[in-house]
């Protein structure tokens, strides 16, 4: 996609961007560099989120984003091991988080097809929005899609932890009292929404990364332009 130059100078100017006059300024950026650069960070944060997350116990093991139990099962834990039930509530946290783990791989195509679709708006978005605005943009393409996508996947796994349809039997129930949230109605809708969030969480981390350390993506293009918003 060509990006109109003009766009990018106002976009820059908003916000008061300054750099050294004998610097490369972003408005002194062609169409193609400002294009290949976000597109750059943009993929290289959503493959290296995936990729981590999807490997082998990637939430499990990974403080940031491993899936604890549901609320309501937290605070039940004592009364719940003291009834035996101790290694069913750690096959069910193991199990959330391989579901999770399973289904995440899954988002790669519609990142990348979020990335295609990046319009002239979004670009401006992004250079000229906060620290987030790379996560920011996933979220508002992808977020809906993804749930539907992730839960099915996740309902697989968490289906062959027998405490899960127990689970789903009684939340269900407290659900349509409106006891507890719609996420926490079901362990598959639980685990799907942490799903989700550990991967935003994730593509926030890397690009966080990307604009503390453009040089060191290991990408020219994208320390030349996100270079320039340091």
């Given at each position: 996609?060509?990006?109109?130059?003009?766009?990018?100078?106002?976009a820059?100017a908003?916000?008061?961007?300054?750099?050294?006059?004998?610097?490369?300024?972003?408005?002194?950026?062609?169409?193609?560099d400002?294009?290949?650069?976000l597109?750059a960070a943009?993929?290289?944060?959503?493959?290296?989120?995936?990729?981590?997350l999807?490997?082998?116990?990637?939430?499990?093991?990974?403080?940031?984003?491993?899936?604890q139990?549901?609320?309501?099962?937290e605070?039940?834990?004592?009364?719940?091991?003291?009834?035996?039930?101790?290694?069913?509530?750690?096959?069910?946290?193991?199990?959330?988080?391989?579901?999770?783990?399973?289904?995440?791989?899954?988002?790669?195509p519609?990142?990348?097809?979020?990335v295609?679709?990046?319009?002239?708006?979004?670009?401006?978005?992004?250079?000229?929005?906060g620290?987030?605005?790379?996560?920011d943009?996933?979220?508002?393409?992808?977020a809906?899609?993804?749930?539907?996508?992730?839960?099915?996947?996740?309902?697989?796994?968490?289906?062959r932890?027998?405490?899960?349809?127990?689970?789903n039997g009684?939340m269900?129930?407290?659900?349509?009292?409106?006891?507890?949230s719609p996420e926490?109605?079901?362990?598959?809708?639980?685990?799907?929404?942490?799903a989700?969030?550990?991967?935003?969480?994730?593509?926030?981390?890397?690009?966080?990364?990307i604009?503390r350390?453009?040089?060191?993506?290991?990408s020219k293009?994208?320390?030349?332009?996100?270079?320039?918003?340091?």
């Amino acid at each position: 996609m060509r990006f109109a130059t003009a766009t990018i100078i106002l976009a820059v100017a908003a916000l008061g961007f300054c750099v050294p006059a004998s610097a490369l300024s972003l408005s002194e950026l062609s169409n193609q560099d400002a294009s290949a650069g976000l597109r750059a960070a943009l993929d290289k944060g959503a493959s290296n989120a995936v990729g981590k997350l999807g490997a082998e116990n990637g939430f499990l093991f990974n403080d940031k984003v491993k899936i604890q139990l549901p609320s309501l099962l937290e605070r039940a834990r004592p009364l719940l091991n003291m009834a035996g039930k101790g290694q069913q509530l750690d096959e069910l946290v193991v199990a959330m988080n391989h579901a999770a783990e399973s289904a995440v791989p899954l988002a790669k195509p519609l990142l990348v097809d979020a990335v295609k679709s990046m319009s002239i708006s979004d670009a401006k978005n992004i250079l000229t929005g906060g620290d987030t605005s790379v996560t920011d943009f996933f979220k508002q393409k992808t977020a809906a899609p993804l749930g539907q996508k992730f839960l099915p996947i996740v309902k697989k796994v968490t289906d062959r932890v027998g405490l899960s349809a127990k689970y789903n039997g009684v939340m269900g129930q407290a659900s349509r009292l409106g006891a507890v949230s719609p996420e926490e109605a079901s362990v598959e809708a639980y685990v799907t929404q942490r799903a989700l969030d550990g991967l935003y969480l994730m593509i926030a981390e890397e690009e966080k990364a990307i604009r503390r350390d453009p040089i060191g993506s290991g990408s020219k293009i994208i320390g030349k332009v996100f270079g320039l918003l340091n």
